[in-house]
């Protein structure tokens, strides 16, 4: 018997690119973020209704715009650079280039997606019995660089083009 493959929520990784849009340098283990907790990728898709008296009673459908948005809990520790980064971003209106994944970039198939966000919601959970977090809200950032999303081919992140 054979079980089938799956991957874990811990084995997916978040990573900060240090150097301006470019290419994607996220293969240092120096950019991960490591202080990431719970992600939450959400992808939605606006709809145009093409339906009319001539669709056989059917409505029918074409995908407009897409939309993103990153719920990031990430603990609470102002030491960090990536900490740093994302509460900078939020108090002076900047963005961060992250790549939320699937996987690290050796793990053939990891995806996810490869964008600037601008940060809006940086929530700090104060929890009686539990260390302290952050709640982080992000959507991609007005930018001439637009989302990509990107897949490893074992060795490096490349954008999906089909």
Not at 50 to 58: E, I, Y
Not at 84 to 100: H, M, N, P, R, T
Not at 131 to 152: D, R
Request: glycine share 8%; hydrophobic share 40%; with cysteine.
């Amino acid at each position: 018997m054979t079980c089938e493959a799956f991957r874990l929520g811990k084995d997916a990784k978040v990573y900060r690119n240090l150097v301006p849009y470019s290419t994607p340098t996220f293969t240092a283990a120096a950019n991960e973020v490591k202080i990431a907790r719970d992600v939450t990728q959400n992808l939605d898709k606006g709809d145009f209704d093409g339906s009319t008296r001539g669709t056989g009673g059917w409505r029918q459908h074409a995908g407009t715009l897409k939309d993103a948005s990153i719920d990031l809990e990430i603990l609470y520790r102002p030491s960090d650079v990536h900490y740093e980064a994302l509460l900078a971003a939020f108090l002076f209106d900047g963005c961060v280039e992250l790549l939320i994944v699937s996987g690290p970039p050796t793990v053939i198939g990891a995806d996810g997606l490869w964008a600037e966000f601008t940060v809006t919601g940086f929530t700090r959970n104060e929890p009686l019995e539990e260390g302290l977090t952050v709640s982080v809200t992000l959507m991609p950032a007005i930018s001439t660089n637009e989302p990509k999303w990107v897949k490893s081919n074992g060795a490096v992140f490349s954008v999906v083009t089909s």
